[in-house]
Each structure stands twice: as C-alpha cells, then as structure tokens.
C-alpha cells in the first residue's frame, strides 16, 4: 500500500460530493405517492360502503346467489367410497379445489413472464 492517492480517483469522489439542486422534486414526489395512498384509501372505503349497500338491498337474493356458488364449488368430481381417502382427496376433489390450482399455476405462468 503506497501513500500516494490516485487523482482521478479522487476527482470523482470531489464530483461525487457537490450536492444536487432539488427544486421541490422531492417534495413533490412525497406529496404524489401521499396523494396515490389517500386515492386508493379512498376507492377502497367506496367500494365497501357499496358492497354493504348492496348486500342491504339484495340480501335475499344474494344470500341465495352464494348458496348457489357454494354448492357447486363444493361438489365433489369424484365419487371416493373410503372415507379415508376422502378425507385425502377432498383439498383436490372438488371444483373450488381445481380453481384454486388453475389459479395458482396461472399466476406462476405470469410471474414467469413478467
């Protein structure tokens, strides 16, 4: 190791060193992701009071609606005469359970391609 400093080494420290003018733009971009954060809060308070409106209005109907859905997402595709083996297969032996694979494995894919 020698005491002599290289120049050019110590050129780019010193331009490293010279401080950046600002002029607001990092208030500015505070101030938008604050803005963007209070927009989504605000989204997603409306889309809530709107799901209970709803489900105020339509609760027979949606009550009804979801019964439905729940019944054929659980409705098993294939018929399994050991109960133990039912209990194996049931993750997997139903139409929900087949979703929620296919939505897994698309979700891979876009990973993948993103």
Known sequence: MTDERDQQL???????????ADNGFSQRV????RR?????IAIRVAVAVAVVVLELM????LQT?????TD??????LSVQSEWMAYLSAPI???AGVLGILLLGLGLIYRRIH
């Open 58 to 61: 339509l609760e027979s109907p």
């Open 93 to 95: 032996n139903s139409v």
């Open 72 to 77: 054929v997402l659980s409705m098993p595709l």
């Open 65 to 69: 609606s979801l019964g439905w859905v």
């Open 30 to 33: 505070v101030q938008a992701i």
């Open 36 to 40: 963007r954060s209070d927009r989504a």
């Open 10 to 20: 110590l050129a780019l420290f010193a331009a490293a060193d010279r401080s950046i």
